[in-house]
């Protein structure tokens, strides 16, 4: 493997490589949501109490994109990501034997401080492609990762219902160790662009938030609909227990409805290098939007929830590839922190989502569930079109 000083190639075998790692990285993220049921069991704790663990692994996926994405502006990007996937791997053995809920909610967070590897290399993406092909190439990565994040639920609904939720961890930790080889083979080295120390990347953070408008409203945009998504995703497993007595592996298996949406975000990486952005985000937004409306009337129809899964995920990850061509056309210097000031609004949202939907379960269910979707992605349409004027100034 040739290491160069100069900008390396985007080359179709690399671009598979990123694509694939990102994808089982996040994957490690929402191995839980279907497990949710079991888990409770196992420790005998409620579901609100279980239902923790997805809100605090988000927490734990904004903290290291936080501290440890900026990094990558100013440390070699591939012996940073070999690095990381020690502390995933630890992550995943601790959850995976965890005796009490405190462990497992202790190792969530962790697992998810760890799992920022698609942070990487999707501004790594960025970095290497043509401009004229950047959206494109974002959106070919993307595909990857949120078919990572809704058939990683399908796997671990049906690993939990068959071999039990410890087996789940045991075999991502495997899944991990294989990809550590696979990217110290076939991953080229990027050489960092900043010069100034840890303390001035991170300071640099607050002048992207104060002097780049787009960022503001794109983070915005992004952490609102992510927390609509997750605030779904968290309480599915408990509705179809409760209304359809059914368990894990269907939770799970919503995952490939999902995914039709996810693979509509390649076709999104495509248009938002040839359709203005603003508008759209507007589609993308009312998508999120009509999903929950469609999920307020479908507590008992499984049609009508894979139907609202398909409509829901095609939204949201569409509104998060056109945030995420907005955002690396603004500083190529520090995509990094760019994507850190982003991606922590992101799963700060998700967590919000998560912890407003667990909370709420208790008391108004289904209906209460859906309401807060609905009223997440009406905020998000608002802002956005009250902020037209502003955006179309800052161009």
């Not at 990809?179 to 303390?199: C, F, H, S």
Request: glycine fraction near 10%; include cysteine.
């Amino acid at each position: 493997m040739a290491v160069t000083t100069h900008k390396p190639e985007l080359t179709t075998t690399t671009l598979w490589v990123m694509t694939i790692t990102t994808g089982l990285v996040v994957a490690n993220l929402y191995y839980n949501q279907p497990l949710l049921e079991d888990m409770a069991q196992t420790f005998h704790v409620s579901n609100g109490k279980v239902g923790q663990l997805s809100m605090l692994t988000q927490l734990g996926y904004a903290a290291g994109i936080f501290f440890v994405i900026p990094l990558a502006d100013m440390v070699k990007r591939k012996r940073l990501m070999l690095i990381e996937f020690a502390f995933i791997v630890s992550a995943l053995l601790l959850t995976a034997f965890a005796p009490n809920i405190h462990i497992l909610l202790l190792s969530g967070f962790l697992l998810g401080a760890a799992s920022v590897m698609g942070m990487l290399l999707v501004p790594m993406a960025a970095h290497l492609a043509s401009p004229a092909e950047r959206g494109k190439k974002i959106g070919f990565i993307m595909s990857g990762l949120l078919i990572g994040i809704l058939l990683s639920r399908t796997l671990s609904g049906f690993v939990g219902a068959h071999f039990g939720w410890r087996s789940m961890y045991f075999i991502a930790a495997g899944i991990m160790l294989l990809m550590w080889l696979l990217i110290y083979l076939m991953l080229p080295e990027i050489e960092p662009e900043y010069k100034g120390n840890y303390r001035q990347l991170m300071q640099s953070l607050a002048d992207l938030v104060k002097h780049e408008p787009k960022l503001r409203l794109a983070a915005l945009r992004g952490g609102l609909c992510f927390a609509a998504f997750s605030a779904f995703w968290t309480t599915l497993v408990f509705m179809l227990k409760q209304n359809f007595n059914e368990g894990s592996d269907v939770a799970g298996a919503f995952g490939l409805a999902g995914a039709f949406g996810a693979i509509a975000a390649g076709l999104m990486g495509r248009l938002s290098d040839k359709m203005d952005a603003y508008k759209l985000s507007t589609i993308t937004l009312a998508l999120v939007l009509v999903s929950f409306i469609i999920f307020w009337f479908s507590a008992y129809s499984i049609a009508g929830l894979i139907i609202g899964v398909i409509v829901m995920d095609m939204g949201v990850q569409a509104t998060h590839i056109s945030n995420q061509a907005i955002i690396f056309s603004l500083n190529p210097a520090a995509r990094n922190r760019i994507n850190t000031v982003y991606m922590v609004t992101y799963f700060v949202g998700g967590a919000a989502g998560t912890f407003l939907a667990t909370r709420v379960w208790g008391v108004y269910g289904w209906p209460g569930v859906c309401a807060i979707g609905i009223v997440l992605s009406a905020i998000a349409i608002v802002i956005h079109l009250a902020t037209r004027k502003t955006m179309q100034r800052s161009v």
